[in-house]
């Protein structure tokens, strides 16, 4: 393990330190609760132990505040044992009020010592296995089984981040969505499992082309989700004019470029995509306006022949009103 070791004592330091390392675990030490603090944050330890008297910040705030840390984290706990010559109850409540797991005398027998190290030891292992197994959980929460982008419910949390954000910092805010040609059509020829694999080379070629813009600077945070069925969207935070017509080109052309044969789309005869983009200058009002307006284009892009993009560039989204949000409902099912 490693271990983050707060004592003021040279002394004691020195000699546990010596005792630690005997049985291969790492020490770091601090001298206060105030630097505990600091060599926390930087060295992620597997385990603390503290001193509770010491000068500049003792080690129940340390503790205290450690948990506060943790408390911004998902999964965050690190064990806490003082170290004490004096294990009173009042001591031995305080410590666990403070956020502490354990008591141990600086002068614990070798034996004692070093079974405690061993619990420390299995529970820093299964911390990191339950910790791997909640990111993997995580990603499963937020990404889409398909085409391992993100999904709808992941979309939504971070367009709303970046909504508020924008709105906060007056900057430009985009939405595109992108809607395969004539899907329906694939899988009636081709069946259900090729559509399937249709749609991950589609959704891999849209989130490859927004991520060399992002590596290029010409964006920065812009992001691809599966919007729904054959239906994807991309959010792009403070994009220019030009980077944003470039953007929705780009998507256009490298779909078709990907040359996907497609039998019943038209004339083309290949997997094609229709886009849809608005870009707001000051984002105000809701964010579901923006969608919809997007929505709105991409209908357009499907009533002027597929194949294409279709955009507006609005100095404020309004909300639709009835009769246009019909024709958003009808250009989602088209």
Not at 93 to 118: N, Q, R, Y
Request: proline content about 3%.
């Amino acid at each position: 393990m490693k271990i983050l070791l707060v004592d003021d004592a040279s002394s004691v330091v020195k000699v546990m330190t010596a005792r630690l390392n005997s049985y291969g675990h790492d020490v770091v030490y601090a001298v206060n609760g105030a630097d505990a603090l600091e060599k926390f944050a930087a060295n992620c330890p597997d385990l603390v132990l503290m001193d509770i008297e010491m000068p500049v910040m003792n080690g129940f705030e340390s503790a205290s505040r450690i948990r506060a840390i943790e408390a911004t984290q998902q999964w965050a706990w690190t064990p806490i044992i003082f170290l004490t010559s004096s294990d009173t109850v009042d001591n031995l409540v305080t410590a666990i009020e403070a956020g502490g797991d354990d008591f141990m005398s600086k002068f614990v027998p070798e034996p004692v010592l070093h079974a405690k190290m061993k619990a420390m030891g299995r529970i820093a292992t299964l911390r990191q296995r339950l910790s791997v197994a909640n990111q993997k959980l995580q990603s499963l929460a937020d990404h889409d089984g398909l085409t391992g982008l993100f999904n709808r419910r992941s979309l939504d949390m971070q367009a709303d981040l970046l909504w508020a954000q924008a709105q906060y910092q007056s900057h430009a805010f985009a939405v595109v969505m992108v809607d395969v040609d004539n899907f329906k059509k694939y899988n009636d020829r081709y069946g259900h499992l090729a559509g399937d694999d249709c749609l991950r080379q589609v959704a891999q070629c849209i989130e490859e082309t927004v991520h060399k813009f992002n590596v290029n600077g010409m964006t920065s945070g812009a992001f691809v989700a599966r919007y729904g069925g054959e239906e994807f969207a991309v959010v792009v935070p403070n994009p220019t004019v030009l980077t944003f017509k470039k953007l929705l080109t780009s998507i256009v052309e490298n779909i078709r470029l990907q040359n996907i044969e497609h039998l019943d789309n038209a004339d083309w005869r290949i997997v094609t995509v229709s886009v849809g983009g608005v870009r707001c200058e000051k984002p105000e009002g809701e964010l579901l306006d923006v969608f919809a307006l997007a929505d709105q284009q991409l209908f357009i892009a499907k009533k002027n022949g597929r194949n294409r993009f279709e955009c507006t560039m609005n100095k404020v989204v309004k909300p639709l009103d009835s009769t246009l949000a019909a024709e958003v409902v009808h250009g989602k099912q088209a």
